[in-house]
Each structure stands twice: as C-alpha cells, then as structure tokens.
C-alpha cells in the first residue's frame, strides 16, 4: 500500500504533458512492478491507449547490457517499472556506457527520465544516454 501511494504521489507531481510521445509501459514479472505499470496507467488519461508490456529483460536476474540493447533499439519512449540495483546499474551503463553502480541512487518510488542523445554503434552497443529528470519520494 505504501509503494501505491508513492506512486500516486510521483503521478501528482508530474504532468501528463511530460508522457504524451510513450508509446508503451514496460515491467518485470514481479508483482510490484506489474502493479506499479497498472497504477501509472491508470493514473495519467494519456497512457489510456498505451499498452502494458511484460518484459523478460527488466527482471532483476537479467543482465543489464541486454536490456540496454533492448532500449536502443526502441524507436518511441517507453516507460520501464522495475527493480533495484537492476534500473540503477542500468542508468548507469546507458549514460556512462558501462554497466556499474554509483552513478544515481534510484530509491522505490523514484521516476528518472533518460533521453538518447547517441545511437547504438559498435563502440556503444546502447547508445549513450542523459537524464533529463529525476524526482525521488523526499523531494515530493
């Protein structure tokens, strides 16, 4: 119930303008992260079309390089709910270009928003990232 009423507080700080180009929302397998995908379709009339999307790659056990590739070759923006550290180290390796940990500390609740300014190649198998927004439950 908790992690409902953060995600519900998060849906309340950012207007839907910020989402009107996502196309799909993409979760894990778990629970909490399918529940997190239904609560923000739910909570933003734009994602009224926007399909829900099971993605084997998001699950924690999964290896981060394969899930960036996954994003890299996405055409539309796409919002992910999953899991820590996996989203962390994914930020990480989308933006440095190399999996790891310490470049965001990604607390449940937390929405942060990535823009690829560099496509895939054969030096950056993901592309190159930035982040454009990052909002965690203590600065709602």
Same mark, same amino acid.
């Given at each position: 119930?908790?992690?409902?009423?953060?995600?519900?507080? #998060? !849906? +309340?700080?950012? *207007?839907?303008?910020?989402?009107?180009? %996502?196309?799909? !929302?993409?979760?894990?397998?778990?629970?909490?992260?399918?529940?997190?995908?239904? %609560?923000?379709?739910?909570?933003?009339?734009?994602?009224?079309?926007?399909? $829900?999307?099971?993605?084997?790659? #998001?699950?924690?056990?999964?290896?981060?390089?394969?899930?960036?590739?996954?994003? /890299?070759?996405?055409?539309?923006?796409?919002?992910?709910?999953?899991?820590? *550290?996996? #989203? /962390?180290?994914?930020?990480?390796?989308?933006?440095?270009?190399? *999996?790891?940990?310490?470049?965001?500390?990604?607390? +449940?609740?937390?929405?942060?928003? $990535?823009?690829?300014?560099?496509?895939?190649?054969?030096?950056?198998?993901?592309? #190159?990232?930035? !982040?454009?927004?990052?909002?965690? *439950?203590? !600065?709602?």
């Amino acid at each position: 119930e908790k992690g409902r009423k953060q995600v519900k507080k #998060l !849906i +309340k700080s950012i *207007p839907e303008s910020e989402f009107e180009e %996502v196309s799909e !929302i993409w979760h894990s397998s778990l629970v909490r992260s399918i529940q997190t995908a239904e %609560v923000l379709k739910t909570g933003y009339t734009v994602f009224r079309d926007v399909e $829900l999307h099971e993605v084997d790659e #998001l699950d924690p056990e999964s290896d981060v390089v394969e899930m960036g590739k996954l994003l /890299a070759d996405c055409e539309g923006d796409v919002v992910l709910c999953g899991h820590n *550290p996996f #989203l /962390a180290e994914l930020v990480t390796a989308l933006c440095a270009g190399e *999996p790891g940990v310490g470049l965001v500390e990604l607390k +449940k609740g937390s929405m942060i928003c $990535l823009e690829r300014e560099m496509d895939a190649n054969e030096f950056l198998q993901m592309g #190159l990232w930035t !982040i454009q927004r990052f909002v965690t *439950p203590r !600065i709602l």
